[in-house]
């Protein structure tokens, strides 16, 4: 408890924009989140006033920074999960749990559990052999997904392989000599997609439950370069098994806080491609498309108040990603000025980061009645701040 | 420049709420705001990093604060013309301006003002004596509203008399044994009032214009408890106009940045009765009801960015302040849990301070359809908060 005005507080550990949009979120609440960073260039510590300084793999700094929170919770998923329940046992609360969070750590955990949950996966399994890939490209056919277990992001620690002798030509043959032992591979089949959906399901301890609107994500070259909400043209029987999808696994894995699962829609139905626990980009587009944002949501969630209304603001919400481009010699305030006089409806969030190709540093939304309309001003927005034109 | 970043840094001078709340736009604009604040346990003190302590009428405080900074700026009125001035003379660029401020410092140089303008005010006069406030009553009629030319808020600083001799039971007769000669008052017909509007409009030192829908606000004993926008049942000519004169009072007093035109609204029109060049209590709606919020608007305004789009995001926003209230036994933190229990949709805004009865510690927004659902929400709302029921 913040003595100074009575509100809880909240540490996020991570200093990067999820942690800057949730400090965003938490001045309205009252709060001032208390960030775990680990420069004082993180996007988070450039506007919190309430940072330490340490990793997230580093329990003695976890524990320091987890005194006088009132729950810690994470802005990404690398915090091992013997730290998690190491503070869990010095009394700490923090969510999610380590049980819960495995599940976004590590794709094969994942995938068991949700084997085991029933819920729908791709066919999959634990490779550990050039044979192993094999013999699952040929019953599941070829091309195969192979991913590792853990670490992989933004389409990296991803490969579409079709032939197991692209496993050893990229380096990852298990008996290979560049093999790293703590890398587990998994292989997946490659699902028929129609697109990618994501939904966002918020829950508290207490266990209640509050789904947004399923949205449409779109990809290019692995990396989510826009989102749609609500999907459109999703027939309301598919988006309420989506959103139901997200409830059921938000319970059975016991999630406290954010949960955005990724799908993908195929043509007989949904598949589960992956897990986040914790605002996630794909939800994004809350901010001002619903009436309670993903990073207050997390924050109600976490601190079990009772959720917030997710329904949307407006008929057609489109995120885009701004990744970072050639800077064509225009700086990237003098992007924000041309982009402002183009569109004066178009909501810029900049993360506070140095401008690299292909880093996300920011995303722009867009709110109205139309979706094409919306969706060509988001990808103009985008386009402006990312390539000055 | 924030070198970090290559994005401009805006310095706000004072370090209230709405500091506060510009922080939060700033942060999504790719900024950190950095605040001259008072003490550590101001409202923005408590949630910015860039935060830097000291008396806004110190003018090296001001000169160490203005180092760095793009432009500055302000959380109130009380910096003083020439600190103003010599700020501006070392080259800082600073909005709004000295001369322009003083309309908003000064209630008889902005009575003045606005006269020489041709601008709607009351009838009134600078009253330097129990007879030329006698005079000024036989010939506009009693009562009479006087008021401190400087220094009033929120109801303070402003009487209602029925007879010139209740200004010497107010201890105010200027030649009287109390008076302190510094103070300067004003007597102001009392006008007929229908109700009382408020226009935000915000002017770039460009000259671009943006003006805001207009919005009803409605008082309690002299403070604001609830803005309604759009304004009810306002007919569009006279919407119209009240739009006009904000428009035409903030290019006539070169104002740059946000300025609030508060009105009455009489049988036969408009009359302005004040104004203020900030970001402004009146306009606390546009943070989720407008498509781009007051306070992003402010910063874009003294940027010299484009202006963002005024356009409301429901057809009926309503705005309640939280005043602090008995406690009840009830903490706000309790407080908060119950009102998110009651009403999933209602958005709050603490401001971080310590609850004291009568003080303004935050405000709720509810937006929707129907304003007398929408309205009754909002005072639900702020009720639970206030008084925890």
């Not at 208390?34 to 450039?46: I, Q, S």
């Not at 091992?80 to 999610?96: K, Q, S, Y």
């Not at 992956?274 to 009436?291: D, F, K, V």
Request: charged share 20%; with cysteine.
């Amino acid at each position: 408890m913040d003595t100074r005005t009575g509100l809880p507080v909240v540490g996020m550990v991570g200093g990067g924009q999820l942690a800057r949009m949730t400090h965003q979120a938490a001045i309205a609440l009252g709060q001032s989140l208390r960030v775990l960073a680990r420069t004082p260039e993180d996007g988070a510590a450039l506007v919190a006033a309430d940072v330490q300084y340490g990793e997230h793999t580093d329990l003695a700094a976890l524990r320091t920074f987890a005194k006088g929170c009132d729950v810690v919770t994470f802005d990404h998923e690398h915090v091992p999960g013997e730290h998690i329940r190491a503070l869990a046992a010095d009394g700490v609360r923090i969510h999610p749990g380590a049980d819960a969070l495995r599940c976004a750590q590590d794709k094969a955990v994942m995938r068991q559990r949700l084997t085991e949950l029933g819920a729908p996966v791709p066919r999959w399994r634990r490779i550990g052999s050039v044979d192993e890939l094999a013999e699952f490209g040929t019953e599941v056919g070829w091309p195969v997904v192979v991913k590792t277990a853990r670490g992989g992001y933004d389409g990296r620690g991803v490969w579409l392989l079709d032939t197991p002798d692209e496993l050893v030509a990229a380096g990852l043959d298990p008996a290979g000599p560049s093999a790293d032992p703590a890398v587990e591979l998994i292989a997946e089949e490659r699902v028929k997609l129609v697109r990618e959906l994501a939904v966002q399901v918020a829950r508290s301890p207490f266990g209640q439950l509050a789904v947004y609107p399923v949205a449409e994500t779109v990809q290019r070259d692995g990396i989510c370069v826009e989102v749609l909400a609500p999907a459109p043209a999703l027939p309301q029987s598919r988006a309420l098994a989506a959103q139901q999808l997200a409830i059921d696994l938000a319970s059975a894995l016991g999630v406290v806080g954010l949960l955005a699962v990724e799908l993908f829609e195929v043509p007989g139905g949904l598949v589960v491609n992956e897990l986040a626990m914790r605002p996630h980009n794909s939800g994004h587009w809350t901010i001002e498309g619903a009436r309670t944002s993903q990073f207050e949501q997390h924050l109600r969630a976490v601190l079990d108040y009772p959720m917030g209304d997710t329904g949307l603001t407006a008929p057609a919400v489109v995120m885009a990603n701004v990744l970072g481009g050639a800077d064509g010699g225009m700086g990237i305030d003098e992007r924000l000025h041309h982009l402002f006089a183009t569109d004066p409806g178009a909501k810029v969030h900049l993360y506070g980061k140095q401008v690299r190709p292909g880093r996300k540093i920011g995303h722009v939304t867009v709110l109205g009645e139309d979706l094409t309309d919306v969706r060509n001003r988001a990808a103009r927005a985008a386009r402006w701040l990312q390539e000055g034109r």
